[in-house]
């Protein structure tokens, strides 16, 4: 029988935050492991109506849901890689003075302080999803996006820097749902800027390179 690759959920060493409590990131780890089992269950699943190398008119729309639900789940998954592993317990803030990333922000907004303005302004957008920095890989200029759910919005091909999670959940045992600025405000003092910048260079999302095959 033919085994398929498969994805394991990544172990993010993440206790001590600033303003982000643990037991916050124990629920919220739990969440992107269902994202990762779904995305696993799903793409069996369609691999079962595959198998016989037609999708049958009966099949049609359990097939289309199917593979519309794996959007959602697997950018799910992939997100909160990037965005667990953009933080660390020793986080600096904002990045240093001259640093490549402040100097892609100062090349694409003018100044590092409106790119913050930006990202921050995005983050507070009413709704659940994600703020995301890219990087356009064809010129390297930044640009910050919403992302409603997991999937819309994202721009293909673009490189993911800075990714913040806003869906209530990433913040609401820590604060109210109308206290989202205190939250982003605990985001930034915990991101690993070393990290992003390694985005920048082409690194990986999360704290090790994805192996998860079975
Ligand atoms: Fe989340």
């Excluded at 660390?88 to 790119?115: K, M, V």
């Excluded at 985005?199 to 079975?214: D, N």
């Amino acid at each position: 029988m033919l085994t398929l690759q498969n994805y394991k959920p990544q172990q993010f060493n993440l206790g001590g935050l600033t303003g982000i409590s643990d037991q916050t990131l124990e629920m919220h780890f739990k969440l992107y492991e269902g994202y990762v089992q779904n995305t696993n269950v799903l793409t069996e699943k369609i691999a079962e109506i595959l198998k016989d190398g037609k999708i049958d008119h009966e099949e049609m729309p359990a097939y289309s849901e199917l593979t519309r639900r794996l959007g959602l789940e697997y950018n799910g998954m992939v997100l909160h890689e990037y965005y667990f592993g953009n933080l660390t317990r020793n986080g600096a803030g904002d990045p240093g003075q001259g640093s490549d990333f402040r100097r892609a922000a100062e090349a694409s907004f003018g100044r590092y302080g409106i790119w913050k303005a930006d990202f921050i302004g995005v983050g507070k957008m009413r709704g659940v999803g994600w703020a995301i920095c890219y990087q356009d890989p064809t010129n390297g200029r930044l640009s910050n996006h919403w992302i409603t759910l997991h999937e819309v919005g994202n721009v293909s091909g673009f490189t993911p820097l800075l990714v913040m999670d806003v869906w209530e959940h990433a913040f609401l045992l820590d604060y109210k749902p109308a206290e989202r600025p205190r939250y982003i405000e605990a985001f930034f003092a915990n991101v690993d800027w070393q990290g992003v910048e390694k985005r920048l260079r082409g690194g990986t999302r999360g704290p090790q390179k994805r192996v998860g095959s079975t």
